[in-house]
């Protein structure tokens, strides 16, 4: 049995956000985004702090962690790999679960397809892609259909939201 989320025809056909309200918004969500990555860091460096401490990872033998996991790249590419990862999550997670992140709340936006349904959680995660870390915003500037390169690409738009 296959099931399918409901278009919500009551969020469809609302006005699409134009480049200014987003911006508005992604300059908020992008300070949450960085204390997400802060904690996602600090967790990450205590996790290889352990598991130096245990003997079950040996890094370059620096006097500081941080320098250490710069010298060893695998490592350093896993290290990596969760920050974008826990940041990615964080924009998905809300992307699917309500149309929202915090600072879309607050300027009363919401991302959903065309007719009114709420992105998939993969979908949410290619659409982190295709912003290209925002810069798919700019196609706003020249679009007459309001809509940048992540919602042509993933079928979605970004709706005002009414008061």
């Not at 860091?41 to 890094?59: E, F, K, S």
Request: charged letters at 10%; hydrophobic letters at 50%.
């Amino acid at each position: 049995m296959k099931v399918t989320a409901k278009p919500n025809y009551q969020l469809a056909g609302l006005p699409r956000a134009g480049f200014m309200p987003r911006l508005g918004a992604a300059i908020y969500d992008v300070l949450l985004a960085c204390g997400v990555y802060a904690l996602a860091g600090m967790l990450g460096l205590a996790l290889i702090a352990m598991l130096q401490h245990w003997g079950w990872l040996t890094l370059a033998p620096q006097a500081e962690l941080a320098v250490a996991l710069q010298q060893t790249p695998v490592v350093h590419g896993v290290y990596q790999l969760w920050l974008l990862l826990c940041v990615v999550s964080f924009y998905s997670y809300f992307w699917s679960r309500s149309g929202q992140t915090l600072g879309m709340k607050a300027w009363r936006l919401r991302v959903q397809h065309p007719n009114g349904q709420n992105l998939s959680p993969i979908t949410a995660v290619a659409r982190c892609f295709w912003s290209l870390l925002g810069l798919g915003n700019l196609l706003l500037l020249v679009s007459r259909q309001q809509l940048a390169l992540q919602d042509r690409l993933g079928n979605t738009e970004v709706v005002q939201l009414p008061k």
